[in-house]
């Protein structure tokens, strides 16, 4: 399923939503032209589990916050931004622009926990914004679980736009990493999706939006373009 857009308004400019996209844009364009140094700037900046387990520094820190905003390709980058640009403007409608910055890096910072404790050894690179965006969408599925996502449903070679609630599009996205996650247990270690950070972002969106939501705040529910 790929979706395309929501049904919320924002009541306010997302502002971080915004600025989020732009980095993540840039940093891959700088990289892109970067030519003979991306390697170098992939082996600076990106998040390498076996260092984590060796002990946490500042330099581990560091390399968690770079890697959340590179990706490994432009499908990978597109992928992202789609799902930020669709999800991300509601929760940063919730929580404030400021809460919703530090919600967005925290997220990241769990999920790449989270891959680091399934693959404690890992040497290869980790990079993209991807365990984060799981936590907005973890954040999400609580705070707008009646919301509606405009979604294309593959039905053989063909694409068919239907609208389908976000609890559904949230839940079977959540139980398709979850699967993989599973399967990918006990496998070699040879790259591509990082499937626990998606799980382990997604779960800290949930439980973070549980308790925000528990406060008895409103909730904006207008159905309209997000």
């Known amino acids: 399923m790929i979706p395309i857009r929501d049904e919320i308004k924002s009541h306010r400019t997302p502002l971080v939503n915004y600025a989020l996209i732009l980095v993540n844009v840039g940093v891959f364009l700088y990289m892109l032209l970067s030519g003979p140094q991306m390697d170098r700037l992939v082996n600076t900046y990106a998040f390498f589990p076996y260092e984590l387990t060796s002990g946490l520094d500042l330099g581990d820190a ?9 990706h490994a390709g432009w499908m990978h980058l597109i992928g992202n931004m789609l799902y930020l640009l669709i999800f991300g403007d509601n929760v940063e409608d919730r929580l404030g622009h400021w809460g919703y910055l530090l919600f967005y890096l925290a997220g990241g910072f769990v999920a790449a926990f ?37 979604t294309f449903v593959p039905l053989g070679f063909f ?68």
């Open 62 to 70: 560091r390399s968690i916050l770079t890697s959340m905003f590179m």
């Open 114 to 150: 989270a891959h680091t404790l399934v693959n404690p050894g890992s040497q290869i690179p980790t990079v993209g914004a991807s365990g984060a965006i799981s936590a907005v969408l973890g954040a999400y599925l609580i705070f707008y679980p009646q919301s509606r996502v405009y």
């Open 159 to 226: 694409l068919r736009l239907t609208v389908l609630p976000a609890s559904l599009v949230l839940i079977l996205w959540f139980l398709l990493q979850l699967l993989s996650g599973v399967a990918s247990i006990g496998a070699t270690d040879m790259g591509g999706t990082a499937f626990w950070a998606h799980i382990g972002g997604f779960v800290f969106g949930v439980l973070l939006a549980l308790i925000v939501k528990q406060r008895g705040e409103p909730v904006a529910t207008e159905r309209v373009w997000g």
